[in-house]
């Protein structure tokens, strides 16, 4: 039987990481849940193998259940009915199938019914869902924002809504609105204390674009403070949808990921809590959802470019033309070989990424039960830090290769991949809103920069050059340590002319996308080079490690070719088409 | 029998018949078992579905898997745990090699008697041997009613003692009621099975037999199953169900296999028909006629 676990050693691989000795303790303290939950795990292997046995129970939904129903949910797509969304046959199946394999909840405490698993075999079971339907991927992933409650709301909250989780009951997370899109302080939705019902707000107002916005708990962005235009007038709040006061008003009608319903709703006098304190909820709570959120489109877009991958392998192995089956010529296999190392590079990222939120949540979740130690904080601080910096770094990279490998996917089938008769075609539709929504890939470099000014991406290459690798790997060593000299000097570069003309943030901004890439090219070079130089499993990475080398080198040379040849002056010419006529 | 029934399943491992390939038999006419996977039989998934149905709407009902093999035949009952049941028998024993479907019910009727239900669900057959008769004669053996071709349970009344099935015939459905204890067999129409449950999973992973425990011989599962018993899958052998050894295995089986042919499909010669009425008319008329289609 199909399983999208099983039939996959790249996963497997990430789940034997070093890292997840250390991440394993964190989450089960002493393995202290062994004695009062007779599914806990005794010690570190059992966890591992735990986590295994569940990702292939997923892994067996994902094949034979959700992937087998992509085709007719995408056709058939959910509807609004009496203000209420309908899932399509298909979608509603998927969810009841993983609610009966009692999954969801996978990272909720033993308390709540959750499986209390960390974040990378999460992130594990978002890619093999998304691999199978990446539109289900989403009702999938938003029980992200149950992950939020638990981070940030009181007990009594806790108590009340994470339990349903694991029963079923899935999620949304209401933060845009017409006017408040990449731009969230402009949320306008308002928030009232009921005069009749102490310590319950009432909320008002419109939002749209909401991924599954009639699921059945909703943490809901709205402005409590009145009076307050900005971010500190806003605070979070979670609606559950029994109360009935929130009116679907209509679904988008979209290019892809057709099965995840995108709302208008209509809150009228609607009921909620409030989750942590007032005020912080931009500021605070929905930076962290947005994070996880990322991450989680990190995962559905390495699950659509896994999926895009073996539909391209099997088409150019099947499809013969001048008498031969089309993988035979250079063309055709040079896309595919470019095409398993964007996504072998970006699951290394993604889950090297996964591994340092994983360690500096579980810290979090300890300092809420016990003062942390000194070294314990720091590296909470040093973890949380390498987090921020990789986040930005892989929404950016791994959804612009996932377009990209669904474009080269469908370009393999030729004009067969135009039609709707190949699996492709919905994941290329698919595929393209993930450079686009929880933070466009322009925001991701807006909030990866960081990570190349502060010099936390140049410490990781550093780090990593201390790792050698295989001999015969050295030849793409030294390429990368050319390529990060490459990365300094474009960076140098551009902070003298930025010095020197005395515009240094528009400088920064114009080159930003460059220097980010550099930095995603080195550091997923480098993850590569060393999965390469693994005693048993490197012979895998080999020839993904040699191609993404080759094609990060090329690129960090015209990037840097780009910035040393730039005139100032030039910065004016792309700003004339701000003059530009728009004919009505 | 008050809130709740006990239930027990019988389940076969058998081998993946679905997907034969050319070495799917030895040269001396038996099934080559190392090459087809063992996996669960399709509608004994079907009855344990049936079963846990019955446990969703009445919690104290207890389902136990029954099934007859070798040692590795247990990983049948793990898979069933892993869905939902609460734990199994395995009939073991070499007394018991070779039986027909005779010595199988002779066999499976002297180990439900012991466990005693107030009902017995089985697939309708198995796919190795397609017989359906094992269902019906362990019913016979034990002089219980039986409900055959059943696709749903509608109705329990575990007061009165009596449970409502509907049945899929070949021309209709049949809506009937039986009296406890009793006997049903599923069909492969009924709904699918539900799939193995994240934390029964990891609950009953370490689930395994006495032989199972000592091939392993891991200090690890020793100390694990005299702390949860739950975890020990009884094995029973001839002795533990009282039989009549006369009556078992290969000496109980009045079936023998007088010959095995390998039928090859071969190509008749080719047909062109056009797409007009009369033409599909007729090609209609001829698949019914060779009960192809119909």
């Known amino acids: 039987m199909a399983n999208f676990f099983l039939d996959n050693k790249d996963i497997q691989f990430h789940l034997d990481h070093p890292l997840m000795k250390k991440i394993v303790e964190l989450k089960e303290q002493g393995f202290r849940d062994k004695a009062t939950y007779d599914y806990a795990p005794v010690d570190f292997e059992d966890a591992i193998d735990s986590y295994r046995k569940v990702l292939e129970v997923v892994g067996d939904v994902a094949a034979n259940t959700i992937a087998v129903n992509a085709d007719s949910v995408d056709k058939e797509g959910p509807r609004v009915e009496n203000d209420r969304v309908i899932y399509a046959r298909g979608t509603q199946e998927n969810q009841d199938m993983l609610t009966q394999a009692g999954v969801y909840g996978i990272s909720l405490p033993r308390r709540f019914g959750g499986l209390n698993f960390p974040l990378v075999p999460y992130v594990m079971s978002c890619e093999l869902v998304c691999r199978a339907d990446a539109g289900f991927g989403n009702i999938w992933g938003l029980q992200d924002c149950a992950e939020t409650l638990h981070e940030f709301a009181s007990e009594e909250i806790n108590a009340e809504y994470l339990p349903r989780i694991n029963k079923g009951a899935t999620a949304a997370m209401d933060l845009t609105e017409p006017d408040a899109g990449s731009d969230l302080q402009a949320v306008m939705l308002k928030a009232t204390p009921n005069p009749d019902k102490p310590g319950e707000w009432l909320l008002n107002g419109v939002k749209r674009f909401i991924t599954n916005g009639d699921g059945d708990i909703s943490l809901v962005l709205a402005r409590s403070e009145e009076g307050t235009t900005d971010a500190r007038g806003l605070s979070l709040f979670v609606y559950d949808k029994n109360h009935m006061a929130v009116k679907v008003r209509r679904i988008e009608h979209k290019l892809g990921i057709i099965g995840s319903p995108t709302c208008e709703l209509v809150f009228t006098n609607a009921p909620a809590k409030l989750v942590g304190d007032r005020k912080m909820g931009l500021i605070k709570y929905v930076m962290a959802l947005m994070n996880s959120a990322r991450l989680g489109i990190g995962a559905q877009s390495v699950g659509i470019m896994e999926a895009a991958y073996r539909e391209a392998l099997k088409y150019a192995n099947e499809r013969e033309q001048f008498g031969k089956p089309i993988i035979h010529f250079p063309a055709v296999y040079e896309l595919l070989t470019n095409m398993k190392a964007r996504l072998q590079a970006s699951r290394a990222l993604l889950y090297e990424t996964a591994r340092f939120v994983d360690v500096y949540k579980n810290y979090f979740h300890l300092e809420k039960e016990r003062k942390l130690e000194k070294e314990e904080r720091d590296e909470m601080k040093k973890y949380q830090k390498l987090a921020d910096a990789y986040t930005p770094l892989l929404k950016l990279f791994s959804s612009e290769y996932c377009n990209s490998v669904a474009y080269d996917a469908l370009q393999i089938h030729g004009g067969s991949g135009f039609m709707k008769d190949y699996a492709i075609e919905r994941i290329y539709r698919d595929a393209r809103i993930t450079t686009i929504y929880e933070g466009t890939s322009q925001l991701q470099v807006v909030a990866a920069i960081r990570g190349v000014t502060t010099g936390v991406l140049l410490g990781q290459m550093q780090g990593y050059e201390a790792i050698k690798p295989v001999s015969e790997l050295d030849g793409q060593y030294r390429t990368l340590v050319t390529m990060r000299e490459q990365y300094e000097e474009a960076l140098k570069t551009v902070h003298e002319v930025s010095a020197k003309e005395g515009s240094d943030a528009d400088w920064l901004d114009f080159h930003a996308r460059r220097l980010v890439e550099m930095g995603g090219y080195i550091i997923m070079g480098h993850l590569l080079l060393q999965q390469a130089s693994h005693p048993t499993a490197g012979e895998e990475y080999r020839i993904s490690a040699i191609a993404f080398i080759k094609e990060g080198q090329a690129k960090c040379s015209a990037h840097l070719n780009y910035i040393k040849a730039f005139d100032p002056d030039s910065l004016g010419y792309f700003k004339m088409v701000l003059d530009e006529k728009v004919e009505a | ?294």
């Not at chain 2, 039989?41 to 344990?48: Q, S, T, V």
């Not at chain 2, 499976?108 to 009902?119: M, S």
């Not at chain 2, 599962?221 to 899958?233: F, P």
């Open chain 2, 1 to 294: 029998m008050n809130k709740a029934l006990k239930i027990v399943v019988l389940a076969k491992q058998v081998p993946d018949t679905r997907n034969v390939g050319k070495d799917a038999m030895k040269a001396d006419g038996t099934v080559n078992r190392a090459a087809l996977p063992a996996i669960f039989n399709p509608e004994d998934l079907n009855a344990l579905e049936q079963a846990l149905r019955i446990k969703d709407r009445l919690p104290e009902t207890t389902v136990t898997i029954l099934t007859m093999g070798p040692f590795r035949a247990a990983e049948v009952i793990r898979e069933a745990m892993f869905r939902g049941a609460d734990g199994g028998v395995l009939l073991t024993d070499r007394k018991f090699a070779g039986a027909d479907t005779l010595a199988t019910s002779y066999t499976l009727a002297c180990a439900v008697k012991k466990l005693n239900p107030d009902l017995i669900i089985a697939g309708r057959q198995a796919i190795d041997g397609d017989t359906a008769q094992v269902g019906p004669q362990v019913a016979e053996k034990l002089g219980l009613p039986q409900v055959t071709y059943a696709e749903s349970i509608d109705g329990i009344d575990v007061q009165a003692g009596e449970i409502t099935i509907r049945r899929r015939l070949e021309h209709g459905v049949e809506t009937v009621a039986m009296r406890l204890p009793g006997v049903i067999t599923v069909n492969a129409s009924a709904p699918a099975c539900r799939p193995r449950n994240a934390k029964m999973v990891m609950k009953y992973k370490h689930a395994r037999t006495v032989s199972e425990v000592q091939e392993q011989q891991e200090d690890y599962y020793m100390a694990l199953h005299k702390e949860r018993c739950y975890l020990c899958i009884p094995e029973w052998g001839s002795g533990d169900v009282d039989a009549d050894e006369a009556s078992l295995g290969l000496s109980g089986s009045p079936t023998k296999v007088k010959k095995i042919e390998n039928i090859v499909f071969q190509a008749k010669e080719a047909k062109h028909l056009t797409g007009s009425d009369g033409d599909v008319e007729g090609l209609i008329k001829e698949l019914i006629a060779s009960h192809t289609i119909g």
